[in-house]
């Protein structure tokens, strides 16, 4: 814990102004930005079905959910300073991809990554797509995935909770490294070795900070738990009937 806190303080007291997680605007090269803004597209379309199904069956979760979007911001808007001008910082997908499945989440984390582009100039409007991809698919499908194996393998559901919010901010991580090593490979040894470098930037703060996140996930799930047990334990259950 007393770990968690320090990274915590550094993000307030440290600022990154370079490149993140989140692609800063004008990071990729075009073709790269219109590729990732397309791939997006129908993963968006999807999960704007999965937010209308939800309010249309369950109006009364749309606090719950904006917890969610407001906790995803809050995350990805600390930036904690890593090697070579580059940052790092926690995600938060993992607990609406819990709640709510990842589908919803690609609405959540596109609406946060919108906002944070457009009043944090934290990304951007070029890598939109790209960091929707990352943050809102990747990040939110791995945690879903982790937490419905986890029920499944017997944990608790604070492990469970815990293991899904770790997955998605690496996951997140990986699927940004895996973006920038396909737009700049290296000159000797490709997409591989520029992989390796990204992802090698990238793991000397994100790992710690996958495990703070994980930890201070499974609190606020515990919050939500209490305060709304009815509705929580509702969406628990219905997630595992359609996993």
Known sequence: MK???????????FPAPAHAMHIMEGFLPVGWSVFWTL???PFVWLGFGAVSRLFAEKPGY?????????????????????????????????????LFGPAVMVVLSGIVLLFQAILLAHGGISTLGANVISMGVAGPLLAYGAYRLGVRAGL?????????AFTGSLATYIATSLQLALAFPMETGGIAASFARFAGIFALTQAPLAVCEGI??????????????EEVQLLLRTGKEAA
């Not at 492990?159 to 899904?164: D, H, I, P």
Request: aromatic share 10%.
């Open 3 to 13: 770990k968690c806190a320090f990274l915590l303080t550094v993000f307030f007291v």
């Open 216 to 229: 201070l996930t499974v609190i606020i799930f515990n919050v939500l738990l209490n305060y709304n047990r």
């Open 62 to 98: 749309k606090m719950l959910l904006a917890v969610c979007g407001a906790y995803i911001f809050v995350l990805s808007a600390l930036k904690m300073p890593s090697v070579t001008g580059s940052s790092s910082h926690p995600t938060g997908v993992g607990l609406g991809a819990v």
């Open 39 to 41: 791939a997006a597209a």
């Open 156 to 164: 608790s559901r604070t492990m469970a909770v815990f293991a899904a």
